[in-house]
């Protein structure tokens, strides 16, 4: 009976190391898992996904992949750099679902449908909403990796480090902007955008397509008094624009464009989608950055198309990005017929 | 004579079938037109344009009017002289500003910001209640222009360099950031002693920042949007004492708009005062409570005094409307019988 007794305590102690073993052995599995992954994804998965045009496909890859990633928080040290990207793409499907239901609402108020606008604006304003947490999300790993932009610069060691920051600050000011429109429901402080105008600063613009002054002239064009320069954040516009254009990478002309819809200019901002459309066939995108390029086309495209909305109700007709319905035609040459038979 | 009388009787005939028909092609007309007449130009005070949080409201509220058989175009404008201007001018059938700027069409609602005069958000919304009901309908209406509705854009409280100004005695001396839109700030800062400096809403903050103003005042929003924490650092605070009410405005050309649709839009943006109120008093919760600075009770009973005579000098100067200040004040005597004010022989 001892000897029973005994060997059930031998036989629990034994379950019980083995128990331990196994859950040590799965945290150091789960462990060198999570880092071969999230090195992976840094290393392979980022610049392919870059690469390629597909922006259906990279916001497929944010919702998906998201959750997924950072989850490896729980056992080894939490992907912030990660974070801020994959946020990015998972922002940018919210924002083209509430970009669709922008033009609902238009649509609404063009055939005078009270019901229909009003409920396309409840639904885009859920949309924003979650653009703008997945945005001020993205925005915060980049803090976490970074530091708070605006106090001083922080030290970037290449040209990855400098991306992840770029589009960090990005998001900061998309999230800021979208939380406005959805009537302040994710909470995003205000002061994030005047930080991202002076975080800007830290890059350099020729580099980074001239997105980081426009990023800053952006914040300087919306809150009145952040600019303490005499330079009109219009023409600096302007020139982030041109630099964009030439390196194959015209972000920097969403931020144009968008300022011009801001104030009402809308023959500005018909002029900068022209512009747009004339670059893309003319010149291809960076091949590493296809997804940025292209991204910053589908928010020139909806710009067009709220404007095609407005004054057609419908949005901009294939293959006419850069031609809007009030373009000057030329006019055919009418022949007399019977002088040429 | 027969004939004659067979010819008048058929001309009558004839006469009458044309006017029942111009009739009834005038009523088909009428009721196309009222059913949706052109579209309506509604410009937009924002200094966002159509990023600003104003602009955005805007557009639910153009979904609603829709239901209302009117449709409008939005316009945004980030200098509201320029939008009062192009509403002057008829180039926007109606605008949404400032309640400063609102003093230009109606005086009796551009008063509503006026200094102390609702001290709590309870105020607010009993005087907004109160004039979007039908019987203040008559009070909407000055001229050709007609105010659509009233919308709380926060109370405005004093940014201070020095947390050790707590009276209005402190204030003397102090180089005081006032709009240059709205003349009772500047008359205000006269009048505590204070040296008024005149800016936009573009330098006025920045100003308090880089140390050239002492005080400025604001809604909580300027704490976040505009970054004032930087101005208060090290020593400054926000005097926990709401200085007015500021507004923005819906006005309209009578006109140019069907029968009854200032009382639908007053009654509509008034439903939505409490959703405004939301996102104010998140921004004044958003205020760490370190920079509060607290007015002790005995302290209070004087600034309310000075205000209340700020307030019946502006009267005095025509810059408010005194039918408001006293509509204003039975509000403030109705939810505080006990108030001095109330018995004062000076009552306004």
């Known amino acids: ?91 940018v499907c919210s924002e083209q679902r509430a970009w669709e239901e922008e033009l609902r609402y238009l649509r609404g108020v063009k055939t005078k449908s009270s019901a229909e606008a009003s409920d396309a604006r409840i639904s885009q304003k859920r949309y924003l909403a979650q653009a703008a947490r997945r945005q001020h999300q993205g925005y915060m790993h980049m803090v976490k990796t970074f530091g708070e932009p605006g106090l001083g610069c922080p030290k970037l060691n290449d040209d990855n480090e400098e991306f992840l920051y770029l589009i960090g600050l990005v998001n900061g000011l998309q999230a800021v902007l979208n939380n ?41 064009a919306t809150i009145p008094g952040i600019n303490q320069t005499d330079i009109d954040p219009i023409d600096k516009l302007k020139e982030a624009s041109e630099i964009g254009i030439e390196q194959g990478v015209r972000l920097s002309q969403v931020f144009e464009a968008q300022i011009y819809s801001a104030k009402g200019d809308v023959k500005a901002a018909k002029q900068v989608v022209k512009a747009h459309a004339e670059a893309v066939k003319k010149m291809p995108p960076d091949p590493r950055l296809k997804l940025m390029d292209r991204i910053s086309t589908l928010q020139l495209q909806f710009l067009s198309d709220k404007l095609w909305t407005n004054a057609k109700g419908h949005r901009t007709p294939m293959g006419r990005l850069g031609h809007f319905w009030d373009d000057h035609k030329e006019e055919a040459l009418e022949l007399d017929i019977d002088d040429l038979l | 004579m027969k004939q004659l009388v067979k010819i008048l009787d058929v001309n009558k005939k004839f006469y009458n079938s044309i006017k029942c ?53 939005l316009k945004p404008y980030t200098d509201e002289r320029i939008a009062a201007e192009d509403f002057k001018a008829g180039l926007c059938d109606a605008i949404v500003v400032t309640g400063f700027k609102v003093r230009d069409f109606n005086s009796f609602t551009g008063t509503l910001d006026a200094i102390g005069a609702l001290p709590s958000y309870k105020h607010v919304k009993t005087a907004f209640q109160t004039l979007s009901s039908p019987k203040a309908a008559k009070l909407m209406q000055q001229g050709a222009y007609e105010v659509g509705g009233i919308i709380p854009a926060g109370a ?164 408010y409307n005194g039918k408001t200040l006293t509509v204003m004040r039975k509000i403030r005597c109705n939810l505080e019988p006990g108030r001095s004010e109330c018995t004062a022989v000076d009552r306004e």
């Open chain 1, 180 to 220: 406005i429109g959805a009537d302040q429901e994710a909470g995003v402080p205000m002061s994030v955008a005047a930080k991202v105008s002076r975080g800007s600063r830290c890059l350099n613009s020729a580099k980074w397509w001239g997105t980081p002054q426009a990023l800053e002239a952006a914040v300087w």
């Open chain 2, 21 to 73: 028909l111009c009739l009834l092609i005038g009523s088909m007309l009428y009721a196309q037109n009222y059913a949706f007449a052109e579209a309506k130009y509604l410009c937009i005070y924002d200094t966002g344009g159509t990023n600003g949080p104003v602009y955005n409201q805007m557009q639910d509220y153009r979904t609603v009017a829709l239901a209302w058989n009117v449709e409008f175009n």
């Open chain 2, 156 to 319: 405005a409280y004093l940014f201070v360099k020095d947390r050790e100004v707590r009276t209005i005695q402190d204030l003397s001396g102090k180089r005081i950031g006032v709009l240059d839109i709205d003349p009772s700030q500047r008359e205000m800062a006269l009048l505590v002693g204070g040296s008024p400096v005149g800016s936009d809403i573009a330098r006025l903050y920045s100003n308090f920042n880089n140390g050239a103003l002492d005080v400025v005042s604001g809604p909580a929003i300027v704490y976040e949007a505009m970054e004032v924490y930087k101005g208060l650092k090290p020593k400054g605070g926000v005097v926990d004492f709401p200085l007015g009410q500021l507004s923005l405005q819906l006005v309209f050309r009578t006109k140019k708009f069907p029968d009854g649709f200032g009382q639908q839009s007053r009654e509509y943006i008034f439903s939505e005062f409490d959703r405004a109120l939301s996102i104010i008093k998140s921004s004044e919760e958003g205020i760490p409570k370190k920079w509060w600075i607290e007015i002790p009770p005995e302290d209070r009973t004087g600034y309310i005094e000075t205000l209340r005579q700020a307030r019946i000098s502006l009267k005095k100067k025509n810059i």
């Open chain 1, 1 to 91: 009976m001892d000897s029973f007794a005994c060997s059930i305590k031998t036989l629990r102690f034994s379950l019980a190391l083995v128990f331990c073993g196994f859950c040590v052995g799965c945290q150091s599995v789960y462990h060198a898992t999570g880092d071969f992954l999230i090195k992976y994804t840094e290393d392979e998965t980022v610049p392919y996904v870059l690469s390629t045009p597909d922006a259906g496909l990279g916001c497929g890859l944010g919702e998906g992949y998201t959750l997924f990633m950072l989850s490896f928080e729980r056992v080894t040290e939490s992907p912030d750099r990660l974070g801020i990207l994959l946020k990015t793409l998972a922002g």
